[in-house]
């Protein structure tokens, strides 16, 4: 029987933040994959299975409370068709030669996904009605962060 995923190519970019975000990239590297096939390349739910995955997880070996990845995942099918998603404030472009001639001229950049930055009013109002919360700490009591600090920390949800 053929493969129905032989000429499917998948590209997946991960970028761990926090103190074990390359423990949380590296496992999102490995079990992501399977849950996209598991789901014939479902993104949100294979998203949503990751993300379970890491909230279910040994915080031992991949402790993902303070923790987290982005990730751009970028599918290739059989018929050259693109499609791209992506989770955190990690982007995609494309690049596309302009040509003269047998000589390369230049190349044309074309963003392929928006972002999700908490600072982007939409993405606040998509967050706050889903429960989240944005701040630079996980916890603004937390007296081992100096509130000089905290206000230099990147925006992160909650």
């Keep these: 029987a053929d493969d129905p995923f032989s000429t ?15 423990l949380v990239a590296a496992r999102c590297a490995q079990e992501l994959p399977k849950h996209l096939c598991d789901t014939n390349f479902n993104f949100q739910v294979a998203f949503g299975r990751m993300q379970q995955d890491l909230e279910d997880g040994d915080v031992e070996t991949c402790d993902a409370r303070h923790s987290g990845s982005t990730c751009i995942a970028i599918i290739l099918d059989d ?3 693109i499609t791209v998603a992506g989770v955190g404030d990690s982007m995609a472009v494309l690049a596309m030669r302009k040509e003269h001639g047998v000589y390369v001229i230049s190349y044309s950049p074309s963003v392929l996904n928006v972002p999700h930055k908490p600072e982007l009013p939409e993405e606040r109002r998509r967050i706050e009605a889903a429960g989240g919360k944005i701040h630079a700490h996980d916890d603004d009591d937390d007296p081992n962060v100096p509130e000089a600090d905290r206000a230099l920390l990147p925006k992160r949800v909650w």
Aim: hydrophobic fraction near 30%.
């Design 8 to 22: 499917i190519q998948a590209y997946l970019v991960f970028d761990g933040h926090g103190p074990h975000g390359h």
């Design 79 to 81: 018929e050259h068709r």
